[in-house]
């Protein structure tokens, strides 16, 4: 009998990008199980221009172009702890603090940003670019779900180069518990995946 993912079976993770010791990675606990994002990288909608006797499809605007490479919209939430999601957490959204240094925990990171690449329209494939912004860095991120009947098969995705504004990073308090929302933008890779990436947990 097949069997369903449930959120209570998840695990989030964020990673850096990882350098000759290895790649460093943040596992979140007590998330709210409200995680949304995208499952695919973005393809603009063809214009259509019209002629007598027909039609095509091609771009009417530079704008066409701009919606390869702009950012696609991720959110989660989680309860502050007062292990990891109180200060770790902040370190690893992307350098919140803007420290010279990105430290999460004792862990320095490194962003992931430039790691993947965009299909264009006539196949070929450019690069990811660097931010203009040189104090905005950008993490990779992970969820792999499980079965609750406990099956070995899980489901899980990745989606690489997010960056997260610090004013999209809100507290909300209730009478029960500090959580903390987030909301980003991913610019890089997205992809299924079966495991979590080999790291070193900070």
């Known amino acids: 009998m097949a069997q369903s993912y449930h959120g209570r079976g998840g695990v989030l993770r964020i990673y850096e990008r990882g350098l000759a010791s290895g790649t460093g990675y943040l596992e979140i606990p007590f998330v709210q199980m409200d995680l949304t994002a995208p499952i695919a990288k973005p393809r603009p909608v063809d214009p259509i221009i019209s ?3 027909g039609y095509k499809h091609v771009p009417d605007s530079p704008e066409y172009e ?3 490479y702009e950012g696609l919209p991720f959110s989660f ?7 990891v999601n109180r200060e770790k957490l902040l370190q690893a959204l992307c350098n919140v603090p803007l420290g010279t240094q990105w430290k999460v925990g ?11 690449s965009i299909a264009l329209p006539d196949g070929t494939f450019y690069a990811t670019q660097p931010f203009f912004d040189t104090k ?3 993490v990779n ?4 779900w499980t079965a609750l009947s406990g099956t070995t098969a ?3 995705y990745q989606w690489k180069e997010i960056y997260t504004p610090p004013q999209t990073i809100e507290i909300h308090e209730s009478p029960d518990a500090v959580t903390l929302a987030v909301q980003g933008l991913i610019y890089g890779d997205i992809g299924s995946i079966a495991a979590f990436t080999p790291g070193t947990a900070a």
């Open 51 to 53: 002629f007598v006797g």
């Open 66 to 68: 701009k919606g390869f």
């Open 77 to 83: 939430s989680c309860t502050i702890d007062d292990q």
């Open 106 to 116: 004792t862990q320095t990171w490194n962003s992931t940003k430039g790691m993947g």
């Open 136 to 138: 905005k860095v950008s």
């Open 141 to 144: 991120m992970e969820v792999v």
């Open 154 to 156: 899980t489901f899980g």
